[in-house]
């Protein structure tokens, strides 16, 4: 079993930035794909991006893309947010892939992490 600890949330302003990390227990993700999710209340579970097992393709949403940057180093997953707006609230989730590849699907990812919090204020 694959443990995944998500890093760097926390409270910001509109227009701020974070950068969330997710490390591995073991480096069972070196050949898999990686992604993030999150789940902003009340809603359900939605993709942010992923990112192949050699750092590329890289697959954004489209609420996201030209704002957040997904990246891969040394089995350290993270997740660049700049122009952060309400909309982005959420517990971000970072799941590894069954593959190395993977997209936007649920069913793509194997292990899970907790989450961390993000919060943008007004």
């Known amino acids: 079993q694959v443990q995944l600890v998500e890093s760097g949330g926390g409270l910001v302003q509109v227009g701020g930035s974070l950068r969330l990390s997710c490390s591995a227990s073991?480096?069972?993700?070196?050949?898999?794909?990686m992604g993030w999710f999150r789940q902003a209340p009340g809603k359900e579970r939605e993709f942010v991006a992923s990112?192949?097992?050699?750092?590329?393709p890289t697959t954004y949403a489209d609420s996201v893309r030209g704002r957040f940057t997904i990246s891969r180093d040394n089995g350290i997953l993270s997740l660049q947010m700049n122009n952060l707006n309400s909309g982005d609230t959420a517990v971000y989730y970072c799941?590894?892939?069954?593959?190395?590849?993977?997209?936007?699907?649920?069913?793509?990812?194997?292990?899970w992490g907790q989450g961390t919090q993000v919060t943008v204020s007004p």
């Open positions: 799941a590894v892939a069954r593959s190395s590849f993977a997209g936007m699907r649920e069913d793509q990812y194997q292990y």
């Open positions: 073991r480096r069972t993700s070196s050949n898999n794909a």
């Open positions: 990112i192949g097992w050699r750092g590329a």
